[in-house]
């Protein structure tokens, strides 16, 4: 055996999560987005998402107050886009004018869908109950958009310290999970 330390704040890197994803909420007549890559499905229907929103950010507030979101799912041709709004705040800029976006309004939510995304998932708070201790809401997703212009998007995956996977060869194996 040749196993070695890996120090605990390596973790998060190996249990990668799903795809970079773009969170969308709208307070006081202003859309807001930032990246997200802390987040895990946790029911299969209704869906419902756990995410990790820090206190930190300016749509914690915004998620906390409206209770409504857009999770929307971008390809690889948006990373540099993604990271970039990752890395500034709706505090300061409005982030869809910054980065180009596109908001189109949603059906149920009053947070806008990303029009250059290849998902958009609309999304209400369903549970808050780790929000003071973990900033984790679980989100319910009431309402869910693809965009079948966009062929077989590839997404992107955190992997930390600005590293990240690209989605790549697919597999069929007889997996029981559906
Ligand atoms: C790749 C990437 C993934 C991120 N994942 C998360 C996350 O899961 N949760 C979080 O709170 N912030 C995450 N961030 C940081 C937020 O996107 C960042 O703080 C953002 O600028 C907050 O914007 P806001 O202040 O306008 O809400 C991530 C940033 C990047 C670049």
Not at 65 to 73: D, M, P, Y
Not at 89 to 101: I, N, V, Y
Not at 131 to 141: A, G
Not at 144 to 150: E, R, S
Request: glycine fraction near 6%; hydrophobic fraction near 45%.
């Amino acid at each position: 055996m040749s196993m070695r330390n890996l120090p605990l704040s390596e973790v998060y890197r190996l249990l990668e999560p799903g795809p970079v994803v773009l969170l969308t909420t709208a307070h006081r007549n202003r859309a807001n987005v930032m990246a997200m890559s802390w987040h895990m499905m946790v029911e299969f229907t209704p869906p419902l998402v756990a995410c990790v929103v820090s206190a930190a950010d300016h749509s914690f507030v915004a998620l906390r107050r409206t209770r409504e979101c857009v999770i929307a799912i971008p390809s690889v041709d948006l990373a540099a886009t993604v990271v970039g709004i990752g890395n500034c705040s709706g505090r300061q800029a409005d982030k869809f004018k910054k980065f180009d976006l596109t908001p189109v309004q949603a059906e149920q939510v009053g947070a806008p869908l990303v029009g250059e995304c290849f998902a958009n998932l609309e999304g209400r708070v369903a549970d808050t109950r780790l929000v003071n201790r973990y900033n984790l809401f679980v989100i319910e997703v009431v309402k869910a958009w693809i965009d079948p212009t966009q062929r077989n998007p590839k997404t992107i995956h955190h992997r930390g310290y600005g590293e990240f996977a690209v989605d790549g060869e697919i597999i069929k194996l007889a997996s029981g999970m559906p």
